[in-house]
């Protein structure tokens, strides 16, 4: 069976990385989903996806240069699906209380080894405070996050982000000791696939929208894609996932 991650939540449907889009996510009983970090100045993880706030709140500079419970303040509706009410960036602490995800990708994006070292270690006191370390798997494309995820934090879950094949992701994904293979769609042939899934990863396939290309990658046996319309891919894998709602 083909698993359904919500991409930002529903990224198609609400406003990115917000609680609106995760509630829209589970709404749809989609119950596993991938979410982006950033640490906030004062050290707390925040969900969005830019490190600058420009794109989703219209306001200038950097998340690391805004306190969090200044960040909780910002509405974060700008650039998405138009939406009534105003959606804050949450922090990840306030997603783990109110959303009761199965499985969490969580992606940290590119980070100096000292900023990696500290996102890493607040990830994984946040998922253990929370009762959550074994339904976390952390996801990236830096070989520092991921060279921290195996040194400082090796309890969880960890897996490579990969939108291109110039390395070889599985032997990659292999050095850091991964457990899940992020793979851009247009990278997952069925050669790369089997490949991966021998070496005993979970390969998950990002971003996909279309129905047609979504039955296709189930059909090549794909372990999990990440959709923007969770939804759409509910209706578009129902024969192929009998079991789902």
Request: glycine share 6%; charged share 25%; aromatic share 6%.
């Amino acid at each position: 069976m083909t698993l359904i991650y919500g991409h930002r939540g529903a990224k198609g449907e609400a406003p990115e990385n917000t609680l609106a889009s995760f509630q829209q996510c589970l709404e749809h009983g989609v119950n596993r989903c991938e979410l982006d970090l950033h640490l906030s100045r004062d050290g707390e993880l925040m969900v969005i996806h830019d490190p600058t706030l420009k794109r989703t709140t219209g306001r200038r500079g950097k998340v690391v240069e805004h306190d969090a419970h200044e960040l909780v303040t910002y509405d974060a509706r700008k650039g998405g699906p138009g939406w009534v009410k105003s959606c804050p960036i949450p922090r990840l602490g306030e997603l783990f209380e109110h959303c009761a995800f199965e499985h969490w990708q969580l992606e940290v994006k590119s980070a100096s080894k000292v900023r990696a070292a500290r996102t890493v270690e607040a990830i994984a006191e946040l998922a253990e405070h929370h009762g959550l370390s074994d339904k976390v798997t952390v996801t990236s494309s830096s070989r520092e996050v991921l060279s921290a995820l195996k040194r400082l934090t090796p309890q969880l879950s960890r897996g490579l982000v990969a939108e291109y094949s110039w390395l070889d992701p599985i032997k990659v994904a292999q050095h850091y000791e991964c457990e899940y293979l992020a793979l851009n769609w247009t990278i997952c042939t069925p050669e790369r696939l089997a490949k991966a899934q021998k070496a005993g990863l979970h390969v998950s396939v990002w971003t996909v929208n279309e129905p047609a290309l979504m039955r296709r990658l189930a059909d090549f046996g794909v372990d999990s894609i990440i959709t923007d319309f969770p939804g759409v891919a509910v209706k578009s894998l129902k024969d192929l996932n009998p079991t789902r709602p």
